[in-house]
């Protein structure tokens, strides 16, 4: 079987990829500690579900919707933005679609030309390079480091630019960092943008989680210009606790998204209907559950923190939002003789039992990603076993 060349040189995600490796050997009976997921462990809070079994049982769930979603998913939606972002959105201005993992590659297929580029500071979530090779655009990485606690400055970026800058990728809170970016950042940032006319992608999927004394500010939300020259992209995964009812959106220009509603039409169709009522519920409904996660998470990091960073050789500053810890472990990994970081957190795997990302995936050599989007116990025996593993 000859597959085509745009499959065989794309990478696996390698979150996904090292999630399904500790689960096939827990499955073979291993005890193995699994702190390599993306999402939270809590099951959907029971209003959203309810509103789910309602739209069922009311018969609303057996038929297509328009291609970028249902009118009543769009209120929903404008209302979140209101609340949450400070400003009003129509509907020809929003769009839903199968998980934010979809709707940024509808964004890709439908924003860029063969060779057009979009620059991604490293380290970066896995899967925006490869979605953009898919769209046969080029990632320009800036690399972040410590210094600035992972954010990419305005020097870095303009050196970066060429006349082929298209896009500008924001994460904030970042996955895997946790880093997020303030805001005389974003206004220094929003400027460059502006005056170089290059487009905005603001991927605020981890912005309701923030914790201790930091907060999320949207780019989009700092001036109407930035508004018009920013595209978010958000989603109910993380705050509501719902990755598998695979809900995603975007709030941007109207002839962006119907460019991209467009390419939805010819693919997807639509996003499920059932999910698409959960989804009306989590985002304009009530918002207790979401805060006594956002709560549970941040009682972690707290708990965590100060434990990992004791860990021998693992350097990690702490992070302000998102639910992931991501050391520099440069010095664990010289303690270990490793000179490969994706070796090393196999070898931890192997040898500690515990389940964990190699940096490599996200473009640092040497940083591994640990989700702290587990229970406590868990993550204190893991890091129990870090300890060990370091010790012996
Ligand atoms: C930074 C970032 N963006 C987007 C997504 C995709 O979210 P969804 O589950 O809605 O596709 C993820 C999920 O891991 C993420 O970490």
Same mark, same amino acid.
Request: glycine fraction near 6%; charged fraction near 20%; proline fraction near 4%.
């Given at each position: 079987?000859?597959?085509?060349?745009?499959?065989?040189?794309?990478?696996?995600?390698?979150?996904?990829?090292?999630?399904?490796?500790?689960?096939?050997?827990?499955?073979?009976?291993?005890?193995?500690?699994?702190?390599?997921?993306?999402?939270?462990?809590?099951?959907?809070?029971?209003?959203?579900?309810?509103?789910?079994?309602?739209?069922?049982?009311?018969?609303?769930?057996?038929?297509?919707?328009?291609?970028?979603?249902?009118?009543?998913?769009?209120?929903?939606?404008?209302?979140?933005?209101?609340?949450?972002?400070?400003?009003?959105?129509?509907?020809?201005?929003?769009?839903?679609?199968?998980?934010?993992?979809?709707?940024?590659?509808?964004?890709?297929?439908?924003?860029?030309?063969?060779?057009?580029?979009?620059?991604?500071?490293?380290?970066?979530?896995?899967?925006?390079?490869?979605?953009?090779?898919?769209?046969?655009?080029?990632?320009?990485?800036?690399?972040?480091?410590e210094?600035?606690r992972f954010?990419?400055?305005?020097?870095?970026?303009?050196?970066?630019?060429?006349?082929?800058?298209?896009?500008?990728?924001?994460?904030?809170?970042?996955?895997?960092t946790g880093m997020?970016?303030?805001?005389?950042?974003?206004?220094?940032?929003?400027?460059?943008?502006?005056?170089?006319?290059?487009?905005?992608?603001?991927?605020?999927?981890?912005?309701?989680?923030?914790?201790?004394?930091?907060?999320?500010?949207? +780019?989009?939300?700092? $001036?109407?210009? =930035?508004? /018009?020259? #920013?595209?978010?992209?958000?989603? !109910? %995964?993380?705050?509501?606790?719902?990755?598998?009812?695979?809900?995603?959106?975007?709030?941007?220009?109207?002839?962006? +998204?119907?460019?991209? $509603?467009?390419? =939805?039409? /010819?693919? #997807?169709?639509?996003?499920?209907? !059932? %999910?698409?009522?959960?989804?009306?519920?989590?985002?304009?409904?009530?918002?207790?559950?979401?805060?006594?996660?956002?709560?549970?998470?941040?009682?972690?990091?707290?708990?965590?923190?100060?434990?990992?960073?004791?860990?021998?050789?693992?350097e990690v500053i702490k992070p302000?939002?998102?639910?992931?810890?991501f050391?520099n472990?440069?010095?664990?990994?010289?303690?270990?003789?490793?000179?490969?970081?994706?070796?090393?957190?196999?070898?931890?795997?192997?040898?500690?039992?515990?389940?964990?990302?190699?940096?490599?995936?996200?473009?640092?050599?040497?940083?591994?990603?640990?989700?702290?989007?587990?229970?406590?116990?868990?993550?204190?025996?893991?890091?129990?076993?870090?300890?060990?593993?370091?010790?012996?």
């Amino acid at each position: 079987m000859v597959l085509a060349n745009r499959i065989t040189t794309m990478q696996e995600s390698v979150t996904l990829a090292s999630g399904a490796r500790a689960k096939a050997l827990k499955d073979e009976g291993r005890d193995i500690l699994n702190l390599t997921l993306g999402q939270p462990d809590f099951q959907t809070p029971q209003l959203i579900k309810e509103k789910a079994i309602e739209a069922i049982a009311n018969d609303q769930v057996s038929f297509y919707t328009p291609a970028s979603g249902l009118p009543e998913l769009k209120d929903a939606i404008a209302t979140y933005m209101k609340t949450f972002y400070g400003y009003e959105v129509t509907r020809d201005q929003i769009l839903a679609a199968t998980g934010a993992k979809f709707v940024l590659y509808a964004y890709f297929m439908t924003v860029l030309n063969p060779g057009d580029e979009v620059i991604i500071p490293t380290p970066y979530w896995v899967s925006y390079a490869d979605q953009v090779k898919l769209a046969e655009g080029t990632p320009v990485f800036v690399e972040t480091s410590e210094e600035t606690r992972f954010k990419a400055t305005v020097s870095q970026l303009e050196a970066a630019r060429t006349e082929k800058t298209k896009v500008f990728l924001l994460n904030s809170p970042s996955n895997p960092t946790g880093m997020v970016y303030t805001n005389e950042e974003l206004l220094a940032i929003g400027d460059w943008a502006l005056e170089h006319d290059i487009l905005i992608l603001s991927d605020d999927i981890y912005g309701r989680l923030v914790y201790n004394d930091n907060t999320f500010v949207p +780019i989009s939300s700092l $001036s109407e210009a =930035l508004r /018009q020259q #920013t595209m978010v992209v958000n989603g !109910v %995964a993380k705050t509501y606790s719902m990755t598998g009812w695979r809900v995603g959106f975007a709030v941007g220009d109207p002839e962006l +998204i119907a460019g991209m $509603s467009k390419m =939805l039409s /010819q693919t #997807t169709s639509n996003l499920t209907t !059932v %999910a698409q009522y959960a989804a009306i519920e989590a985002l304009a409904g009530d918002q207790t559950a979401a805060e006594e996660m956002r709560r549970a998470f941040e009682e972690r990091l707290n708990t965590i923190y100060p434990l990992l960073a004791a860990v021998p050789g693992f350097e990690v500053i702490k992070p302000e939002g998102a639910f992931y810890l991501f050391p520099n472990v440069k010095k664990a990994m010289e303690m270990k003789g490793f000179e490969d970081v994706t070796d090393f957190t196999n070898d931890i795997l192997e040898k500690a039992g515990v389940a964990l990302v190699t940096g490599a995936g996200f473009g640092m050599p040497y940083s591994l990603r640990m989700s702290y989007a587990t229970d406590l116990e868990t993550l204190k025996a893991a890091i129990s076993r870090l300890q060990d593993y370091m010790a012996s």
